[in-house]
């Protein structure tokens, strides 16, 4: 980590709207990560600090966002309400935002199902407390296609379609 290339006002670029500057890096966000477990492992307080102090290269070389399995646990976990994983979203934009060649490593994933990997939402478990459920996008199937459609007009998805099947 070199701080000699940091550049200030890098965390407006990419997640100006959070709660970013509360996070006290605590590491209750990594600890209830799924994804944390990973090889690479994600790490979502390191990522929280390389945004804060404007690591770009370092940020725009980091493939671990795209392990994020949009379980949420992080965003109703964090004490201070920083919702890291809207972060982790804002992070992959910004990547694909400053280089429009990039694949991300979990694209094919992301086309088939909307979602990284298939992701846990413990229906019995949740009726059983009296929680509500989740609503995800597999198990919309009008809004998965919808999706899938934005998906294939992007530059990156169209040049290489043989990878989704087209
Ligand atoms: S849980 Fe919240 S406050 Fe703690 S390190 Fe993660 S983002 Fe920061
Ligand atoms: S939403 Fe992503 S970053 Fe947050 S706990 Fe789940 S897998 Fe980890």
Known sequence: MDLKESIKD?????????????????????SGCPASHGDPPLLV?????????????????DDTPW????CSRCEEMCPMNVMPFEMILAIR????????????PAIV????????QAV????????????PQLNTITDNPEQLE????????????????YMFGG
């Open 120 to 131: 846990g939402v413990n229906k019995e478990l949740r009726e059983s407390l009296g929680l």
């Open 146 to 161: 919808f999706f899938r459609e934005m998906l294939m007009k992007t530059q990156v998805v169209s040049d290489n379609d």
């Open 93 to 104: 934009q910004w990547q694909c935002r400053n280089d429009e060649t990039r694949v991300p």
């Open 10 to 30: 890098l965390w407006k670029d990419i997640y100006g709207t959070g709660n970013l500057h509360f996070c006290f890096n605590c590491s209750t966000c990594v």
């Open 67 to 70: 392990a994020c399995v949009s």
């Open 45 to 61: 307080r390191n990522l929280a600090r390389k945004v804060i102090l404007g690591l770009e290269e370092d940020l725009l070389q």
């Open 109 to 116: 994933e992301i086309y088939k199902r909307g979602y990284t």
